[in-house]
């Protein structure tokens, strides 16, 4: 079992498949997300080509809960920690770890080989995030069933234990202009059809004309509820057809 | 080996779960992971760490995985797994 402590906190970190060849490091999305959102998702499928690393963002899996630590650009700095000893890679993020892929992208020039955008946040307002949760009732257990879906024992001391709400709301927006400053990186963006962030294609789109944009029937979640025409989508584009 | 596989399986299960959690439930192979154990799902990982780890890479359960739709990773039993790693280890001599 894989752990790496850097910045303060102990995480949680699972490499797959083979050592050779461009690395794919794949990032879950807050609250109810971890490395199994990806591990029994689209991994095993890019693994059987590329080295995959996964990882457990601070305060989800298992990894350490920090009082603070969830803004876009600490968590920037936390992923530079955790991939610092791989050769350029690309990376798929859903939701959130989408945001981050964007924004580390940005900050860390030639260290990003391809970006891959599962549904990402950057069309509707964060705060939402609050009455999701509160919609959805109280805690409970995390069983495999729930690799999505309502709060969680984990999920609830995350938002009742620290900054991340806080975080969320604080963090500027990715803008159009950010994007696009991501030209000369292949970019792939997938959103679901029944999303609030289904307008995040348009908006890729437009930032970047070169980016492959594809709308998925489905919510929030594709990389579950979509798995199966998601997954073949990333590997094409993180694998190059091989 | 009949067996091994599973007593090393159980042992990893109580070692991911801790000893608590499994007070009530008698694991075999029928035993379901979501169902009968309520396995969360960064446990499962864990598990499949730890089996990596004690048999190495020819275990593959990422290959596993992949040929495996949700609803069969959501039904996967003890048993499943066990017959999985058995069919990964070779054959014994003699």
């Not at chain 1, 350029?88 to 770890?97: Q, T, V």
């Not at chain 1, 995030?129 to 409970?140: C, E, I, L, N, S």
């Not at chain 1, 969320?168 to 679901?192: H, K, N, Q, S």
Request: glycine residues 12%; charged residues 20%.
């Amino acid at each position: 079992m894989g752990y790496m402590s850097v910045r303060g906190a102990r995480f949680h970190v699972v490499d797959l498949g083979p050592e050779a060849g461009e690395p794919v490091v794949m990032l879950h999305g807050l609250f109810t997300g971890s490395a199994a959102s990806w591990y029994f998702t689209a991994a095993p499928a890019i693994a059987r080509h590329r080295p995959v690393r996964l990882l457990d963002w601070r305060g989800h899996g298992l990894s350490e809960r920090t009082p603070s630590g969830y803004d876009s650009a600490g968590m920037v700095s936390d992923l530079a920690e955790l991939t610092a000893g791989l050769p350029p890679f690309a990376i798929a993020g859903h939701s959130w770890g989408a945001v981050v892929a964007i924004r580390f992208a940005l900050g860390n020039p030639g260290r990003v080989a391809r970006l891959a955008l599962i549904d990402p946040p950057v069309t509707a307002p964060v705060k939402r995030t609050r009455r999701f949760f509160r919609d959805r009732g109280g805690p409970r257990g995390t069983q495999l069933s729930d690799l999505v879906g309502p709060p969680t024992r984990g999920t609830r001391m995350l938002i009742d234990h620290t900054t991340v709400l806080t975080d969320l709301a604080a963090d500027p927006p990715v803008t159009e202009a950010e994007l696009a400053r991501l030209a000369g990186t292949p970019v792939l963006a997938v959103v679901g059809s029944r999303s609030p962030f289904r307008g995040a294609a348009d908006l890729v789109g437009r930032a970047l004309p070169d980016a492959s944009c594809h709308v998925l029937g489905g919510g929030h979640d594709l990389h579950i509820s979509a798995k199966g025409r998601l997954t073949p989508l990333l590997v094409d584009f993180l694998v190059g057809g091989a | 080996m009949a067996g091994e596989v599973l007593d090393e399986v159980v042992q990893m299960l109580v070692e991911v779960v801790g000893e608590d959690f499994l007070l009530d439930v008698e694991v075999g192979p029928q035993t379901t992971f979501n169902e009968d154990l309520a396995l969360e799902s960064i446990e499962f990982v864990a598990l499949a760490e730890k089996l990596q780890q004690r048999y190495g890479e020819r275990i593959d359960f990422a290959g596993f995985l992949a040929g495996m739709n949700l609803d069969q990773i959501m039904t996967m039993t003890v048993g499943d797994l066990v017959a999985h790693v058995e069919s990964r280890l070779p054959d014994p001599v003699g």
